[in-house]
Nanobody, 127 residues
């Protein structure tokens, strides 16, 4: 199991930017896929972005393409989500997720495929 701790959430005006971080415990993540999901009040948890730790393949949900960027820093064992041009509809609790496996096809986007989760960080975008 890997422990995940998110940070970087907050309140920002529409059009602004935030960078979320997900610090992971463990010795190595070369065979991991890590991702970001979000959940707004009254809605189901939805996929935002994912990255294969080794190789760096990335996946994005359509609503965030071109605005959000997922990256990872191997030395710091930290994954990031740079969020630009934020919109009020981006308001949600953002969760970091991981699985010791390489995602393929739909699994990259499926919350039930991931088996390690952080506690979440609130992002609020005001209009």
């Amino acid at each position: 199991q890997v422990q995940l701790v998110e940070s970087g959430g907050g309140l920002v005006q529409a059009g602004g930017s935030l960078r979320l971080s997900c610090a992971a415990s463990g010795r190595t993540f070369t065979s991991y896929t890590m991702g970001w999901f979000r959940q707004a009040p009254g809605k189901e948890r939805e996929f935002v972005a994912a990255i294969v730790w080794s190789g760096g393949s990335t996946y994005y949900a359509d609503p965030v393409k071109g605005r959000f960027t997922i990256t990872r820093d191997n030395a710091k064992k930290t994954m990031y989500l740079q969020m630009n041009s934020l919109k009020p509809e981006d308001t949600a609790v953002y969760y970091c997720a991981a699985r010791r496996d390489i995602c393929s096809g739909y699994t990259c986007y499926d919350a039930s495929w991931y088996n390690n989760w952080g506690q979440g960080t609130q992002v609020t975008v005001s209009s």
